[in-house]
Antibody, heavy 119, light 109 residues
């Protein structure tokens, strides 16, 4: 069974760093792109970026380029999203999702990680 | 950057009715379009990919069509479990760079 299990909710202060994770199981981790999607409270889905764990090739949305870092450790089948200095506007629900191997569409999603940023 | 525009923003529908949701791309994306359903408190679920192919275990009442810049998601007979927000997403180009539409909320009338 394919599963993406994300790390738990985080409460941080502005300026702090944060890394959230997405652990994959049930499929060949290095065969599928993993994407990250933000959803701010009451708002729509925003694609942030993707990583291909096979070679760590990464693509970012222009809106998030330079704001976050996406990485993956294929030895432990885990993808990461990292902030070096959080802002209040980074608060939201963050989802990881697996891209279908051939063609498009994100067919399996993590349960989401809620990030709260407040002083 | 390709911009995806969904319409309407919301609609009220009675169970059993036929529903048509629209999604427009700012430039041609061929058939590189997916539709997702999201219910409150849940992660999105893939319904349709490549414009018209139903994902695994998606009921036949969901269908997608379109190519180029105009796309449609149709629910042939709305069920109670279909009240949700629906998003389109384009994935034109390689490496994958994607964009979501702003969503359409389907509410109970």
């Amino acid at each position: 069974e394919v599963q993406l299990v994300q790390s738990g909710a985080e409460v941080k202060k502005p300026g702090e760093s944060l890394t959230i994770s997405c652990e994959a199981s049930g499929y060949t981790f290095t065969d599928h792109w993993i994407g990250w999607v933000r959803q701010m409270s009451g708002k729509g889905l925003e694609w942030m970026g993707n990583i291909y764990p096979g070679d760590s090739e990464t693509r970012y949305s222009p809106s998030f380029q330079g704001q976050v870092t996406i990485s993956a450790d294929k030895s432990i089948r885990t993808a990461y999203m990292q902030w070096s200095s959080l802002k209040a506007s980074d608060a939201g629900m963050y989802y990881c999702a697996r891209k279908r191997r051939h063609g498009g569409g994100m067919d399996y999603w993590g349960q989401g990680t809620l990030v709260t940023v407040s002083s | 950057e390709i911009v995806m525009t969904q319409s309407p923003a919301s609609l009220s529908v009675s169970p059993g009715e036929r529903v048509t949701l629209s999604c427009r791309a700012s430039q041609s994306i061929s058939d590189y379009l997916a539709w997702y359903q999201q219910k409150p408190g849940q992660a999105p679920r893939l319904l349709i990919y490549d414009s018209s192919t139903r994902a695994t275990d998606i009921p036949a009442r969901f269908s997608g069509s379109g190519s180029g810049t105009e796309f449609t998601l149709t629910i042939s007979s709305l069920q109670s479990e279909d009240f949700a927000i629906y998003y389109c997403q384009q994935y034109n180009g390689w490496p994958p760079v994607w964009t979501f539409g702003q969503g359409t909320t389907v509410e109970i009338k």
